[in-house]
């Protein structure tokens, strides 16, 4: 892409919404905290292998979701917002283009912005209390999967179909994303409904799921109030908590306790955590079908600004974990 139509398009996408989770700020708080935990073996490995800091890394897997094929056949970056400038470099772009071009096809039934697209994210009905495989929503190319095939190659190990990582760099670029990825309840939880608004569980209940029944992470549940979807809120971030310092945000030592278990089965686990987090995104909700939209619903709250102030606590949490996790990963894969 020449320079000049790269900006343009860097320019409107800062204008528009956003659908990954925590937006670029969140993102980049989240890789910020970690960058402050690396011991200086991590820390090595992560310059060494990237050039910038786990803050400026952690929209990478942002910048790329929106790559499309152009007429040629190639690929054309469409980045999300103003702060992929970071990668715009000849060989950032081209590392762009050939990762979606690796990640298109593949996968099952690929989506229009190809199959990379989908490893943001799984569907867990939000009344589980643990992520398993064997669940409806979760598929052998979702966020946890995804998660597991960036620690592989980190460890000098192939990643499984369907995910074709280069190397390690690329790797890293996409782990530092998805651990945020699987910090955002509705990334990993969602609400199954049934034709009349009332929430069901796939795995256990004996209803007949609608088509639509899955509400893809809150995608499809629109608040009237903020006129915004479900899942756009929880991808937003408060002003303060952007604002606030990494530093400040973890204090003088991290209360987020380190993971047990092997590493292959931590993004497992943390997926488990926050889907039990999730129950506090639709706690106390109901949903009306949405009369202007087929297949959409409109959520109703006993008390919105309630919900809204518990939304910005959770999320603060959850941030604050996600960084420091990353960094712990980080440093039990270079000690």
Known sequence: MKPLAWALLLTAAAHAPTASAYGNAGHQQIGAIADLQLRAAARRQVQSLLGFDLRV???WADCVRDAQPDASGGLQSRETAAACAAFDSPAQRERM???ARRNWSGCDDPPP???HSRYHYTNVAYQHLRYDRAYSGTRDDDLVAATHAAIAVLRNRAAPPPFDIRDRTEALLLLAHFVGDLHQPLHVGT?????DGRAFDPDRDALVAEPQADTRGGNLIHDAISNLSLHAEWDQIARALSAT????????RSAVPP?????DGWAAQWAGETLRASHSAYAGLSFIADPAAPGRWIAQFPDHAAYWRDKETLQRSEVIKAGTRLAQLLNAIWP
């Open 57 to 59: 890394a952690a929209i």
């Open 113 to 115: 912005k190809g199959c």
């Open 259 to 263: 993971t047990s278990g092997p590493i």
């Open 191 to 195: 609400v199954y409904l049934d034709r």
């Open 245 to 252: 310092s990494p530093r400040q945000l973890i204090g003088r």
């Open 97 to 99: 283009h050939d990762y």
